[in-house]
Nanobody, 121 residues
Framework: QVQLVESGGGLVQPGGSLRLSCAAS????????MGWYRQAPGKQRELVAT???????RSADSVKGRFTISGDNAKRLVFLQMNSLKPEDTAVYYC???????????????WGQGTQVTVSS
């Protein structure tokens, strides 16, 4: 059984910073990528940023220059440093990992339970 546990959400004023963390645990053979998605009320879940096993990153245009993703797939950790936060960043942030639980199983998407980020004065 695979678990992704997030931490670090909260309430912050516009222009402030938060750091999200996610740790994967359980029966894991390999992780090809870890990342963050977010879902605001009434909107679809969208990609924020991803970090692959070989160290490449990808991020949404709306967060470039403000958010930085980092991590260590070997340690099963991923972080999201969020600076210069705006009210439109308010959402539930979900950790995602693409994991093979065993050598012969297909890769699957796993999700954390989500952590609320609220940007408001």
């Amino acid at each position: 059984q695979v678990q992704l546990v997030e931490s670090g959400g909260g309430l912050v004023q516009p222009g402030g910073s938060l750091r999200l963390s996610c740790a994967a645990s359980g029966s894991i053979f390999s992780i090809s990528s870890m990342g963050w998605y977010r879902q605001a009320p009434g909107k679809q879940r969208e990609l924020v940023a991803t970090f692959t096993r070989v160290g490449s990153t990808r991020s949404a245009d709306s967060v470039k220059g403000r958010f930085t993703i980092s991590g260590d797939n070997a340690k099963r950790l991923v972080f999201l440093q969020m600076n210069s936060l705006k009210p439109e960043d308010t959402a539930v942030y979900y950790c995602n990992a693409k994991i093979k639980a065993t050598m012969i199983q297909m890769e699957s998407d796993y999700w954390g339970q989500g952590t609320q980020v609220t940007v408001s004065s």
